[in-house]
């Protein structure tokens, strides 16, 4: 178990460098960016001075460097600053929109990763057959409709017709049954997009290994199918299925933004586009380091999984 | 001498009413299909679902830019002046105002007993402070320029105002009405611009940038005949599908920016009305004067034959706007030329003829276009570029990236697309974009006559020689200026048949002037 303590440390000493070189490479990026948040913020109205004048005020017209220094140094003692254009907490503005990219993300999660499990099971329980056929062709034919348009079929079918709103508001003090209604068709429209992902490698990942010489001996030794699969199958699969769940959950929180315009959905995706087109660089920071950590996260918590599903890396010689 | 300048003075003129026939406020729906505006009745939660707004909107005067800050400022705030839906104007904080003979003094009165939410009574210090964040070297205010013209403002006494400009201004109190200039209340001489405070019909309640602000209608309101929600719950919703569900849905009760490209379902739609109303809304396609070979007014004058007007009109707007006649002055104005400037029609032969006269068999120019200009901007490019071949133009259409399109390539690169919500007076229109010299002259046109009867139009105080100047620019622009003003678009809003609006909505901004908050109520 120490060796797994010790990955975990060391793979948390790298995230905290990847972050780093992140938040360098993403304040480096918008610095490349044509424009500049006050040219942004004023657009048309723009005049010579009072693009000055923002840029005195916020200081904008300082070197490169120095305004990365002090933002990282600010950043290490924990203050990720105002926004700069409406002078909010860059944490207050965040703060309730992850947590609603977490909500879209875990209900979404929820629905997909035991339809994907299960279908993907079944599927290579039943090769070949028409069952196989049908819930391949289907995972595949949602997965690559666009989002936007699977989005707007769901609208055209279940909200005109009156069954769901067709966009997401969260008024104060609803309940969490009301949450998980009002927020339904992007959870749904999401499930439909990850779901063919995992189905497929859950689906691979078995029949590769239903062609090895220890599962033909558990047949011969006359096993029902689904035991052999759920028993002797499965436990040496779960390393690529955690990983392409894992894949597919940073997704669930960091690219959703299409569904978060459709559907209105006060998310994170929709704050990092604001910020991005108005050059706002804390809030572009902060909400890119958000994303990474959940990849760094997510990626870490994947590895973990799978070596602990391993006995062979569990314990090694 | 002092000569007084009252509501009626500055009435839009009757001749103009005649121009309603070219649309001035067309109504899609005949009258008698709309829902009859009977007494108001006070009640509801006006829900609007705008296609503007965003997390990086701010509560700061001079940082409001789109159609969502706009009607959500107008809803809590008051201004010195308002513009009523003829296109005159009418007292709001300012009782009555008065302007010395030369125009360059104006005092307002300000209006007794209005207080802020907060309860704290209006008075002149409160309208200084107001005007003067706008004002001064440290300005970060997009209404900088609107108000440059201001050399000093001062309190007489507690309710009065008197501001001296540098020169003659005889629509001063016009742009008292501009969007930015809200009244907020002032501490220490100056006005908090972080401050939800006002002294408008709705009390804000909540503000979550791009997602929600919720008000209730402020007990108080010194207008009791406006004002007649309970509450306003307004909503971005940038996606123009994602706002059209919601409408039909039922989700929200108004939306504006209604998509052109799918209305003709939407009206389809029962218990759903949509409002097309003409104003000065413009889109333009200005060429840099300075720079060949658009520095012969020949090749411009070619150029803008080659422009089928109608065609875009009917294709780009889908019939929801009108012909523009390359000066940006809307029917909606008070001097627009009507009659008097022959519409300009695409004419191959005369930009052939041109085109010679600039010594030219053909021409190769480039167009710079992207929809951040305006919605089908691109579309309008290829068709422009379509007709005008047959001119012996060479129109190659360049799209450019949305993003950074007003820094990097307006006012960068030579010929590209752009857009005019219009201004309320000629002056303020002209003096913005076509003085020589102006910050946002987008073609860098210079004419001497255009300036000399622009400083001598905007300081005359008689009606009739000023449209008569007003006339004459217009006709300069059109033959002379740089900008091809091939469109007037329509402001497509559309509402559920429950919400009622006034008999006449007003054409000078979208929403009704911004004031769908104050002027419609629910059947």
Known sequence: ?317 | MTKSITRTGLTRRSVLRGATALGAAALILPAGMRAASAEPKKGGILRIGMGSGSTSDSLDPGSWADAYTQVFATSRHNYLTEIDADGALQPEIAESWEASADAATWTFKIRQGVTFHSGKALDAEDVIASINHHRGEDSTSAAKPIVEGITEIKADGSHTVVVTLESGNADFPFIMSDYHLAILPAKDGAIDPASTDGCGAYVLDSFEPGVEARLTRNPNYWKTDRAHFDGIELLPIVDGAARQNALISGQVDVIDRVDLNTVHLLKRAANINVLSVTGSQHYVFPMDSRAAPFSDNNVRMAIKHAVDREELVEKILNGYGTVGNDHPISTANRFHAGDALEQRTYDADKAKWYLKQAGMDSLDIELSVSDAAFGGAVDAGVLMSEKSAAAGINLTVKREPADGYWSNIWMKKPFAASYWGGRPTEDWMFSTAYKSGANWNESFWENARFDQLLAAARSELDNDKRREMYVEMQGLVRDEGSTIIPMFANYVMAHSTAVVTPEKVAPNWTMDGFRVAERWWFA
């Open chain 1, 1 to 317: 178990m120490a060796h797994v303590w010790r990955m975990i440390a060391q793979r948390l000493a790298l995230g905290f460098l990847t972050l780093f070189v992140v938040s360098l490479l993403i304040f480096g990026a918008t610095e490349l960016l044509p424009g500049d948040f006050a040219e942004a913020i004023l657009g048309q109205s723009a005049t010579p001075e009072t693009i000055a004048a923002i840029r005195r005020d916020l200081g904008l017209d300082l070197p490169f460097h120095t305004r990365y220094i002090g933002w990282l140094s600010n950043v290490l003692q924990g203050d990720f600053g105002k926004s700069l254009a409406n002078q909010q907490p860059v944490i207050e503005l965040i703060s309730k929109r992850l947590g609603n990219t977490l909500f879209l993300a875990l209900y979404a999660a929820a629905m997909a990763v035991p339809l994907a499990l299960i279908l993907g099971i079944l599927a290579a329980l039943f090769r070949n057959t028409v069952f196989d056929r049908m819930s391949n062709a289907l995972a595949l034919t949602s997965i690559s409709f666009p989002e936007f348009f699977v989005a707007y079929i769901l609208i055209l079918w279940f909200a005109q017709t009156g069954y769901f709103p067709s966009i997401v508001r969260f008024s104060p003090g609803i309940g969490f049954g009301e949450s998980l209604y009002r927020s339904f068709l992007p959870a749904l429209t999401l499930t439909l997009v990850v779901t063919a992902h995992m189905m497929r490698m859950t689906r691979a990942a078995l029949i590769n290994l239903l062609a090895s010489p220890y599962i033909e001996m558990a047949r011969l030794k006359g096993m029902s199918p689904m035991r052999v699969i759920l028993r002797h199958a499965l436990p040496n699969a779960l390393a690529p299925i955690i990983n392409v769940v894992a894949l597919n959950l940073a997704y669930l929180i960091t690219g959703v933004v299409v569904v978060e315009v459709v559907f209105v959905y006060p998310g994170l995706g929709q704050l990092m586009v604001d910020s991005v087109s108005r050059r706002d660089i804390p809030v572009v920071q902060a909400v890119a380091l958000i994303f990474a950590s959940a990849y760094v996260l997510l990626n870490l918590t994947a590895d973990v999984l799978s070596t602990l599903s391993n006995p062979r890396l569990m314990h090694r010689r």
